[in-house]
């Protein structure tokens, strides 16, 4: 096994006992892998969260719920860290309390896109990895990250598709997930989005309908009968000042605007209740003075 001291990324060939047994299975799959931090445990149940880099701030919501459900549940969660869909599912992967696994279009050592550096160290920090089939120092390339599908398709027992136009590569992905044998599903969304018709084409060609995380627990043989969402637990015994925001949110992004002129508190009020909030993980901000509620 090569070793880059400098960097800490191990190359791992395909005759290697380290290399991956999933990948064994299929044809086409790269002679060798350059990885940085671990590998995904065999042993625990792999998902891919996939979509839009240009997502809605609905699919960013969703992605980042779902990875999080999944991650308490014991998923392991691969994705590309691309912006948009791939990033948050490795968030939620992340505050579900599970590494994440992050299969790149450039060789591991080069963070791309740029502006994911802190997501990048996150997840080697978190004991995660970053896996490659490309050496030390490549530079991303167009036409590596359709190839580079293939290899989180394999690493995964099923994939999630959040948002994708109808001509995506997401569906690149899901496509390489049907040939493997995998299960592939797709998140609804508002049927006059072009970012639903990639999903919805999906959905109308066989795709789960991942209607509810639980759907895919289902599939990946978990049980989440008689559980007790945890949001519903720290609601309990919340101020009067705190429940009447949290209760005026919910899954659509709201402006503190709005929220001032439903609960009619002052803007330092409702500023230090939306902080208070944020740091109990009922709230999420998404946006500039926009919240929505976390379900968990």
């Avoid at 445990?41 to 880099?53: H, I, K, M, S």
């Avoid at 036409?143 to 290899?151: G, L, Q």
Wanted: hydrophobic residues 35%.
């Amino acid at each position: 096994m090569e070793r880059n001291h400098s960097d800490n990324i191990r190359c791992i060939e395909k005759g290697q006992p380290e290399y991956p047994e999933k990948l064994k299975a299929y044809d086409h799959m790269p002679e060798k892998l350059y990885i940085k931090g671990r590998l995904p445990d065999p042993e625990r149940p792999c998902a891919a969260v996939v979509g839009a880099r240009m997502c809605s701030p609905y699919g960013r919501i969703q992605a980042f719920q779902y990875a999080k459900t999944l991650a308490e549940a014991g998923v392991q969660i691969i994705s590309g860290m691309a912006t948009g869909i791939d990033s948050e599912g490795h968030r939620g992967a992340l505050a579900g309390g599970m590494p994440t696994w992050a299969v790149l279009g450039s060789g591991p050592d080069v963070c791309y896109p740029a502006t994911n550096r802190n997501l990048y160290e996150r997840i080697l920090r978190e004991k995660g990895g970053i896996i490659s089939e490309y050496p030390p120092g490549t530079q991303p390339r167009n036409y590596h990250f359709p190839a580079r599908n293939r290899i989180l398709s394999a690493l995964s027992d099923l994939v999630l598709v959040v948002e994708a136009k109808e001509k995506s590569g997401s569906l690149i992905t899901a496509q390489w997930a049907l040939e493997q044998g995998k299960a592939v599903f797709a998140l609804p969304g508002p049927v006059n989005e072009e970012l639903s018709r990639g999903c919805h084409r999906l959905i109308y060609d066989g795709a789960g309908l991942a209607y509810k995380p639980e759907v895919l627990l289902e599939e990946l043989g978990i049980n989440c009968k008689n559980t007790v969402k945890s949001s519903e637990k720290k609601n309990l015994g919340l101020a009067s000042d705190l429940n009447m925001v949290y209760s005026c949110l919910d899954l659509r992004p709201k402006s503190r605007d709005s929220i001032m002129q439903e609960t009619g508190l002052s803007a330092e009020k409702t500023g230090s209740i939306l902080v208070e909030l944020s740091i109990l993980g009922l709230i999420r901000e998404i946006s500039r003075h926009y919240y929505v509620k976390i379900q968990t």
